[in-house]
């Protein structure tokens, strides 16, 4: 974040919720999500690169580990342990099963092969050599792209909708 920026003095759930997309979105979807808060598409995947730390709960990713055919079916089945097809609702799993409290590039290697755990995730890659494909890719194998990219659309999502005047305080 910028130095002299203006935030806000509360947090908002429902405003968090209210403009993030869902990890069920296509990638079309996910795209235009981005597009209409002024991101573009390398945004969107450097920006997803966050999920190389933290976790998701089971009512998240089910659907995908029992029913996409985008997914290494190892990967699904050793999901299904830890989120049944009912129940669970809050059972955790790692968003970067590799390494999900450090900051790296294994997410993107873990699209390669297949193994996001979010429906959202994956659709960053297909196979299809789109230019979602070029970046996962790109992100994969040279860790220094990454981190440029994701710093200028962090920056650049910081930017959105600045706070003025007497609103928020200045961190």
Do not use: W
């Amino acid at each position: 974040m910028l130095l002299g920026r203006r935030d806000s003095r509360t947090a908002s759930k429902d405003a968090a919720n209210s403009n993030l997309p869902p990890p069920f979105f296509s990638l079309s979807q996910l795209l235009s999500s981005f597009q209409s808060h002024g991101l573009d598409l390398k945004d969107l995947v450097a920006l997803s690169g966050a999920h190389t730390i933290g976790f998701a709960q089971c009512a998240t990713f089910r659907n995908r580990i029992y029913n996409d055919t985008n997914i290494d079916p190892n990967f699904a089945s050793s999901l299904q342990g830890t989120c049944p097809r009912s129940g669970g609702d809050s059972n955790l799993a790692p968003l970067d099963r590799f390494s999900p409290s450090r900051v790296d590039t294994s997410y993107y290697t873990s699209l390669l092969s297949k193994k996001g755990l979010l429906h959202s995730d994956q659709e960053l890659f297909k196979g299809d050599g789109g230019e979602s494909d070029t970046l996962v890719k790109l992100y994969s194998r040279n860790p220094f792209a990454f981190a440029r990219d994701f710093k200028a659309s962090m920056i650049k999502m910081g930017n959105m909708k600045p706070l003025t005047g007497n609103k928020g305080e200045i961190r």
